[in-house]
């Protein structure tokens, strides 16, 4: 495991991070999480960490593992997940979005029917990933270049899935990078799929549904499945890190 201290601790404290992230409208959040399955948070990082995080991507101490997505049939282009310890940005961001995210999937999981409840704090949840043997880091970095896209896909790496994850745009569209659009399609029981694009700045995160969410019908609520991926990217160079808030096997 890499031990190394993040480069990024002191100048992003983690009381820092928890108040910016608790100052977004979460029951506007929660509304748009609750309608379509999927949430913007506009700004949630500033143009020069947007930078230092892509700029992390050729540094390999930071990182797990390098995936090659054309190798796997996931797409094209590449990513690496993040060792642990997090960068320090990073882990504060997954430790306080995750309050927030719990609310809206456990009011989800009783309207899905589903037993499972989420603790109020992520390291609980994660010291429960880790006794199922879910221990491996999620977050991740994913670079794209010319011709790149990303197959739709769930990201589940075990039992144990937190059913909301957010992507944050590094690189910011029309100047560093054109088409490599975010997005996400609803598959409804009997019905044709929905999908959505999700416009998106540098700094923006978006937070979306992992595999399933509940939607409001005539006889209660039923189980919508969703899928998320990017566009072809028609020209420059596209970053964005994923936090998923489940670890994997
Ligand atoms: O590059 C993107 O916008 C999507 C990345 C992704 O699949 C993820 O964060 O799980
Ligand atoms: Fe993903």
């Not at 890190?241 to 994997?248: E, P, S």
Request: neutral net charge; charged residues 25%.
């Amino acid at each position: 495991m890499n031990t190394q201290p993040s480069s990024f601790a002191p100048a992003f404290a983690e009381p820092f991070t928890m108040a910016q992230v608790d100052a977004y409208d979460w029951s506007s959040l929660a509304g748009e999480l609750d309608g379509f399955g999927c949430a913007i948070l506009p700004k949630l990082l500033a143009p020069e960490e947007c930078d230092a995080i892509s700029r992390l991507y050729p540094e390999e101490r930071h990182f797990r593992s390098h995936i090659i997505m054309a190798r796997h049939g996931f797409g094209r282009g590449e990513y690496r997940y993040f060792n642990y310890p997090l960068p320090g940005l990073l882990g504060g961001l997954r430790t306080a979005l995750y309050p927030h995210l719990a609310d809206i999937a456990n009011r989800w999981n009783e309207r899905m029917g589903v037993e499972e409840r989420y603790p109020d704090e992520h390291a609980a949840f994660l010291k429960r990933c880790h006794e199922a043997g879910q221990r491996r880091p999620t977050p991740l970095l994913l670079q794209y270049v010319p011709g790149d896209f990303n197959c739709l896909h769930q990201d589940l790496y075990g039992e144990l899935a937190f059913p909301i994850q957010v992507a944050i745009l590094l690189s910011e569209p029309g100047r560093d990078f054109t088409g490599g659009e975010f997005v996400l399609t609803e598959q409804r029981p009997r019905m044709q799929s929905r999908v959505d694009v999700v416009p998106l700045r540098q700094g923006d995160a978006v937070a979306f549904a992992v595999h399933n969410r509940p939607v409001r019908g005539t006889k209660g609520s039923y189980r919508v499945n969703l899928r998320h991926g990017v566009s072809r990217v028609r020209s420059g160079m596209r970053h964005t890190v994923g936090i998923i808030f489940h670890d994997a096997r």
